[in-house]
């Protein structure tokens, strides 16, 4: 009678993506009275605020001290700045104020927040002559500030179900917010403002897109949020999280130019990984979202490149200069468009360096003094072009000894890589656009990440994702057999993993081994009861085995997960009309034929029932 | 009992030229409301995140050294005043007492230059004690996950003791006294 549709289910890879961090507060040392230093450069003969020092402040200092953000107090009134003259000249000539990790270097960023020698300077002669107003016509205007949303009023405004009770002691604390499908249909995200809550409290806040809800399975209630530091976010293949979407104190929301928007889909869910301090007293988070859509979708499309070595990370307790390197050839031509660097509180000296075909090398970002507290993504003034065959090295050091008094041990103990943090990570992660040429025949994105599952594969031939990402990969490109290769590896290293039970006993189905793909398919269910492509597909195979009672129950239950599923709707017709009830035939091929009118099979097979064969 | 409603106590000779007040505007002097007990100043300041962070621990510390040693919390700017200190002991759970110091008078005594900073005195009115809580900020930028020495809470055990302590002033981290005036 009818050949029953086979589906081979989507496939996913796994992102781990890196969330985290933050805290510093703003501390000053008392050391001895006098300045020691003597300027530099020789300072005008007075140094006034008016002339001098406001537009150091107003420039780099006012987007957070200002009411109502980040900073702890304001600095834009002589007031303001004379009752922080000390510790204003001590912050910025140590350089912890304003925050700014990456030593200067021959490719810029943008919004820098770095004060030149001379500046710092200058701020050093204001405080030491005596502090000075100076001439009122000196002040330059205040800067402006935008009041409420940055880039005008949203089109969507999401707030956190749950608020979360930050306590008034202890140490940083990390929390995730899960925001519900915001958008009833597909929409495509240019922007997004993130409202962390209270400004003082959040170092800095990381989204997360995660399309397979992921995260919901993580609270205790739907919309209690659940605590952690980082997360692994699953996502469909060739849809990578393409986008950093990072706040920090002072960001500015960003809209990302046409034809990179994010898609965002109706039941995608947008996770906020917040790092907390606490501030003294008790206190309530609730952030918010503002999301800005576009009708332009995506055209271009970068991806994130992950470089790390989490596997060589075991630093013995008292190391001081543990090195963690890895090292990535680019397959493709790219333009780097910003760059990520992530390590915990034993990370200390944080490079990346580009060497080109050519011989040449250039430092994509160096951190000489690394500071979790005020992680930051970091965006290219522009971008930098990386042909193909350029090698990207990181190489991370390490400093777990009692020098270091951010280490989260005392006395130290040996560390490994891990989640928590307490554990170390050693990561790069860099946005890259990657260049098609008009007659390209494989989506570059593709070439990208099969060079990247393979040489992970190399560092670590047990590596789950790269096994299972690489399947994915065969799958797309119509390579089944040399996919099942890597799907058994998957399967092997992680026995239960529904994902990976599901897409393998899928591709052994597609090449007719379908006895083999039901303890698969199986497996996928035991694990996951209500896992719809698994349902549908070990109906496929029951069927394709001639068991239509046992196809039968399985469509029935995948209707039941997911009742708008055409495919589903039709199969389920074939098997009932295999076990002779055409009645319940006929009205699921009239379901099927309502969820898709142009469902071939479904028309096919309704007019083989009426009797009518069709003309095919 | 301590009395912290004494009114207008007058300050006593000792006292450099000036007073404390306490938030009602009336001249306070805590070493005569602590009664020849240990008094412990803790120095602070409203918009201080360092020290804010620090209320719960200065609430315990005092709490557990109720009956032998009197705690006062310090604010020597001349630019808050006795209700935004008010509101802030209460948004913070503080329930010492609070002096204002504008003149700078407890700040000399204690040689503070600090906040937080904590100045611990014995039964004598000697300054045994001046610097920081304990070693949870070591520099800039440079916070510890949790404090390793706690050389306040050392120093006064040492006081009410009578003992001597080996060291008795450690630089502390947070926002300059200096640059209130």
Redesign the interface.
């Known amino acids: 009678m009818t050949v029953v549709p086979q589906k081979v289910t989507r496939t996913r890879t796994f992102l781990s993506l890196a969330g985290i961090v933050l805290?510093?507060?703003?501390?000053?040392?008392?050391?001895a009275?006098q300045n020691a230093a003597a300027p530099t450069a020789a300072p005008p003969p007075q140094v006034t605020f008016n002339r001098d020092v406001a537009p150091i402040l107003y420039r780099s200092c006012a987007r957070c001290h200002r009411p109502g953000e980040a900073g702890?107090?304001s600095l834009l009134t002589y007031p303001d700045a004379?009752?922080?003259?000390?510790?204003i000249a001590?912050?910025t000539k140590?350089r912890?104020m304003p925050p700014w990790l990456p030593a200067e270097g021959a490719l810029k960023f943008a919004d820098e927040l770095r004060l030149s020698e001379d500046e710092i300077t200058r701020i050093q002669a204001w405080v030491e002559q005596g502090t000075a107003e100076g001439n009122p016509a000196d002040l330059p205007p205040k800067p402006s500030v935008v009041e409420g949303w940055q880039l005008g009023k949203p089109d969507v405004i999401v707030t956190a179900t749950k608020p979360y009770a930050l306590p008034?002691?202890g140490?940083?604390n990390y929390w995730n917010f899960v925001f519900r499908t915001p958008v009833d249909r597909s929409r495509w995200l240019k922007a997004m403002e993130i409202r962390p809550g209270d400004k003082?409290l959040v170092h800095h806040a990381n989204v997360l897109v995660d399309r397979q809800q992921n995260g919901r399975r993580l609270e205790s209630e739907p919309g209690a949020g659940f605590g952690g530091m980082e997360l692994t976010i699953e996502s469909e293949a060739f849809d990578p999280d393409s986008h950093f979407l990072f706040w920090k104190p002072g960001s500015i929301p960003y809209a990302e130019p046409d034809g990179m928007a994010l898609r965002l889909g109706k039941d995608t869910d947008l996770i906020l990984n917040t790092h907390l301090?606490?501030?003294?007293?008790p206190e309530t988070i609730q952030p918010t979202l503002g999301l800005y859509f576009t009708d332009k979708p995506a055209t271009k499309h970068p991806i994130l490149l992950q470089l790390e070595n989490d596997r060589l990370l075991d630093i013995p307790p008292g190391e001081k200069h543990f090195v963690v390197t890895d090292e990535f050839t680019l397959p493709v031509d790219v333009d780097l468009l910003a760059i990520y660097p992530h390590a915990h509180?034993l990370g200390k000296d944080l490079q990346a360096i580009a060497k080109f075909p050519d011989g040449r090398s250039e430092t994509l970002i160096h951190i000489p003094d690394w500071?979790l507290?005020?992680q930051a993504v970091y965006r290219y003034s522009q971008p930098v072009k990386l042909a193909k065959g350029t090698a990207i090295s990181m190489k991370f050091v390490y400093d777990n000894s009692d020098d270091n008094?951010?280490?989260?041990n005392?006395p130290p103990q040996r560390v490994a890589a891990g989640n928590r943090?307490v554990d170390e990570m050693a990561h790069l992660w860099l946005q890259v656009l990657p260049a098609s040429a008009a007659d390209a025949k494989t989506d570059p994105r593709a070439e990208i990440l099969e060079a990247m599952t393979r040489h992970n594969l190399q560092k670590n031939p047990e590596d789950f994702e790269a096994h299972y990402n690489l399947a994915a990969l065969l799958m797309r490109r119509g390579e089944v057999e040399k996919a099942i290769a890597q799907f058994a590896e998957a399967n092997r290293i992680r026995p239960n993993e529904p994902t990976v039970n599901n897409a393998y006993g899928a591709a052994l189905l597609a090449t007719g081994q379908t006895e083999e793909s039901i303890p698969h398919l199986t497996a996928a269910l035991n694990e996951r009861p209500d896992y719809f492509d698994a349902r549908y597909n070990l109906g496929n195979a029951l069927a394709s085995l001639g068991d239509f009672r046992g196809a039968l129950a399985q469509f029935q239950a995948a209707v039941r997960i997911n009742p708008e599923d055409a495919n589903a709707e039709a199969n389920l017709g074939s098997a009932f009309a295999e076990i002779g009830d055409t009645k319940q035939a006929r009205l699921h091929y009239l379901r099927a034929l309502q969820l898709n009118p142009n469902h071939e099979l479904a028309k096919e097979n309704l007019q083989q029932l009426s009797g009518n064969p069709s003309p095919h | 009992m301590v009395a912290l409603c004494l009114g207008a106590a007058p300050f006593i000779s000792a006292v450099p030229q000036g007073f404390a007040s306490d938030l009602d505007g009336k001249p306070f002097d805590p070493f005569r409301a602590a009664q020849g007990k240990v008094v412990v100043l803790i120095f602070v300041r409203t918009?201080?995140?360092?020290s804010?962070?620090?209320?719960?621990?200065i609430q315990q510390l005092s709490a557990k050294n109720a009956g032998k040693a009197v705690f006062f919390l310090i604010y020597p700017s001349k630019?808050e005043t006795a209700d935004s200190i008010r509101k802030h002991d209460r948004?913070?759970?503080y329930r010492l007492a609070a002096l204002r110091d504008p003149q700078h008078i407890l700040v000399k005594e204690s040689q503070a230059?600090?906040t937080p900073e904590a100045a611990v005195f014995d039964a004598n009115r000697r300054l045994v004690y001046h610097g920081r809580i304990d070693n949870l900020?070591?520099?800039?930028?440079?916070?510890?996950?949790?404090a390793?020495t706690h050389e306040l809470a050392d120093a006064i055990e040492a006081a009410i003791a009578g003992k001597k302590l080996t060291a008795n002033a450690t630089?502390?981290?947070?926002?300059?006294i200096?640059?209130?005036e």
Not at chain 1, 82 to 87: G, I, L, T
Not at chain 1, 405 to 408: E, G, S, T
Not at chain 2, 171 to 176: E, K
């Open positions: 805290l510093a507060a703003l501390s000053g040392r008392v050391l009275q702890p107090f004379k009752s922080h003259a000390r510790q001590a912050l140590s912890f008034a002691s140490s940083d003082r301090q606490p501030s003294g007293k509180y500071n507290n005020w008094v951010r280490n989260p005392s943090a | 918009d201080c995140p360092v804010n962070r620090y209320a719960p621990a630019r948004e913070f759970g230059q600090i900020y070591e520099d800039f930028g440079h916070a510890r996950k949790s390793t630089p502390a981290v947070g926002c300059y200096s640059d209130l």
